[in-house]
Every structure is written in C-alpha cells, then in structure tokens.
T-cell receptor, first 109, second 116 residues
C-alpha cells in the first residue's frame, strides 16, 4: 500500500482555518490523493480528492504540491462538527482504500 | 440523499457461532466493499465485490469469511465460526463506476459485532 505520513493530532480554534498536512513522497504518477474523515462512532466520510491541481468543494480545499509529494487539506472555518480523524489516502491498486492512523483534529470552542 | 444502510447496528454472539451482517448499498452503485475497525485501531479493508464476484480481498478475509449479493439489493458478509478477535465494527461501502474520477466511497454507519 502506498505510504502517507500525517501528524497524529492537531488542534484548532473554532471558526479559524485549519491546515492538515500529508506527506506522500512515494506517490506514483497515477495515484489520486483522497481525504476522508471519521467522526466519532461513525463510518468514514469522503471529504475531497485530487490528482495534480488544487481542488475546492463545499467541505474543504485540497492544495497539492507541485511535485505531488505532499498535500494539505484546508478547512476554511473549523466548526465543532469538524472534530474527527482525517485520513489522507493514495489511490491504491484496484478499489481498495488503505486507511492509516490519520490526524485526530480537536476543535476548541 | 441516498445512503448505505446496515443491519444490525449491534450484534452479540457466542464464539463459534455464524454471523451474517447485512448491507443495502446505494441503488445505482456497482462496487461494494466491507471494511472493519477493531476498537481503537485502523479501518481495515476486507473485500471488494463487483459483477457478482470478489474483485479483491485482504489477508484478513480468510476462509471463515464470505460475501454474497443474494437478491440484487442486499450485500452480506458472513462469518462462519466467529472468534473473539472478530469483535469489531464492520463497515459496508459502495461506489459508482470510475472511482478514480469520483473519489468517493459511501460508507454505512457500521455494524458492531461483539463475540463473547
């Protein structure tokens, strides 16, 4: 499985932006970068994904480094509901997703 | 909004018993998956299913596990003879074709299995 590295935990104040980093130095040219999150006691939830260009959707933005060896998930205004474990996943062979340990985000009111 | 539904939400069973976990994927999706998460650990891939057959499976998915799509709507995971270490949250997921383009697996809320 393709390897990603994320900080174990991060904190953010409510209503402030959050930048969640991910390193994936061994990414291959065809790997998409996916972000999922898992709220407490729930199943994983899709956040965003991209290949080379930066991406925006209603939940977040994804900034991808030019060499694609790292990416950053940006939550523009953190809310208490954004407290979750965030997973950065490279598109593996087939349709499997390998979830690592992710980054546990704490949002402080 | 369409969603993946799973039943039961929680099942308690005795070691050695057979268990069937059920999932109703989103109706126009073609790929189906089972993942599991042991308490406090990572979400782990078990198996993917497409066109009425297993397309990929992990080392965890041994002969004790099987999957089936019996009636065109349900997708089931059977554990033939449960072990204590099978205690986990089991998540079903589905996706439309072209996962690399959509990027999105839709997960259910999970079925918690407790083996005593």
């Amino acid at each position: 499985d393709a390897k990603t590295t994320q900080p174990n935990s991060m904190e953010s104040n409510e209503e402030e932006p959050v930048h969640l980093p991910c390193n994936h130095s061994t990414i291959s040219g065809t790997d998409y970068i996916h972000w999922y999150r898992q709220l407490p006691s729930q199943g994983p939830e899709y956040v965003i994904h991209g290949l080379t260009s930066n991406v925006n959707n209603r939940m977040a933005s994804l900034a991808i480094a030019e060499d694609r060896k790292s990416s950053t998930l940006i939550l523009h205004r953190a809310t208490l509901r954004d407290a979750a474990v965030y997973y950065c996943i490279l598109n593996p062979t087939g349709n499997q997703f390998y979830f690592g340990t992710g980054t546990s985000l704490t949002v402080i009111p | 909004e369409p969603e993946v539904t799973q039943t039961p939400s929680h099942q308690v069973t005795q070691m050695g018993q057979e268990v069937i976990l059920r999932c109703v994927p989103i109706s126009n999706h073609l790929y189906f998956y089972w993942y599991r998460q042991i308490l406090g650990q990572k979400v782990e891939f078990l198996v993917s299913f497409y066109n009425n057959e297993i397309s990929e499976k992990s080392e965890i998915f041994d002969d004790q596990f099987s999957v089936e799509r019996p009636d065109g709507s349900n997708f089931t995971l059977k554990i033939r003879s449960t072990k204590l270490e099978d205690s986990a949250m089991y998540f079903c997921a589905s996706s439309p074709p072209g996962l690399k383009n959509t990027g999105e697996l839709f997960f259910g809320e999970g079925s918690r299995l407790t083996v005593l």
